[in-house]
């Protein structure tokens, strides 16, 4: 079965921390990677694509490495609205999505 | 330009009903998946839709079946219903050959 973990958290940060999370696919095969952030009750939305060479937007760095099968994403200088879930998510194939459990961050004045 | 809609937003329902939820893709969208989310949890796919057939299809019983129409708009239906069939039901659209997903804000059912 495709598994992706992450660690649920939550992550408790003071804004302007920098913080790390990591997760890790069983599927050796999978293509493209992907990080949604979740706002409660809301529909995921996608942060950004993960590429073997990294991937940078602004305060948001994701890496894939993929002898290890595992995604990361770093956040510097975290703000207050970046409080949400992280969903982990691989492309299984034919653009069908599997997504991890999430991981809570709480960023706190 | 209008992103992905669901209906109805919210729905309770009765243990053994039927339930169908619709969602309309994006302009220029030809692939609808459906994801289920359960609380505290990540969204599992369910199944995919191109060319008005059933593309993919995830672990989920043959009680969860699905239509998509000439305009591209889909349907999720859900038969027998059961207690733990309550989640948010998530519809995403994308272009063929295009990992672009827009979701729809979701439908949250609720069976009791």
């Known amino acids: 079965r495709k598994e992706v973990e992450q660690d649920p958290g939550p992550f408790n940060v003071p804004e302007g921390a920098t913080v790390a999370f990591n997760c890790t696919y069983s599927?050796?095969?999978?293509?493209?990677f992907f990080w949604y952030r979740q706002d409660c009750r809301k529909e995921p939305k996608l942060l950004m694509s993960?590429?073997?060479s990294g991937n940078e937007d602004g305060r948001f760095t994701a890496q894939l490495n993929r002898a290890s099968q595992y995604i990361s994403l770093l956040i510097r200088d975290s703000k207050l609205s970046d409080s949400a879930t992280y969903l982990c998510?691989?492309?299984?194939?034919?653009?069908?999505?599997?997504f991890g459990k999430g991981t809570m961050l709480l960023v706190s004045p | 330009d209008a992103g992905v809609t669901q209906s109805p937003t919210h729905l309770i329902k009765t243990r053994g009903q039927q339930v169908t939820l619709r969602c309309s893709p994006k302009s220029g969208h030809d692939t609808v998946s459906w994801y289920q989310q359960a609380l505290g949890q990540g969204p599992q796919f369910i199944f995919q839709?191109?060319?008005?057939?059933?593309?993919q299809r995830g672990n989920f019983p043959d009680r969860f079946s699905g239509h998509q129409f000439p305009n591209y708009s889909s349907e999720l239906n859900v038969n027998a219903l059961l207690l733990g069939d309550s989640a948010l039901y998530l519809c995403?659209?994308?272009?063929?050959?295009?990992?672009?997903?827009?979701f729809g804000s979701g439908t949250r059912l609720t069976v009791v």
């Open positions: 839709y191109y060319e008005e057939e059933e593309r």
């Open positions: 998510v691989e492309n299984s194939g034919y653009s069908t999505l599997t």
């Open positions: 995403a659209s994308s272009l063929t050959e295009d990992y672009g997903y827009t």
């Open positions: 993960v590429y073997s």
């Open positions: 599927n050796s095969a999978s293509q493209s």
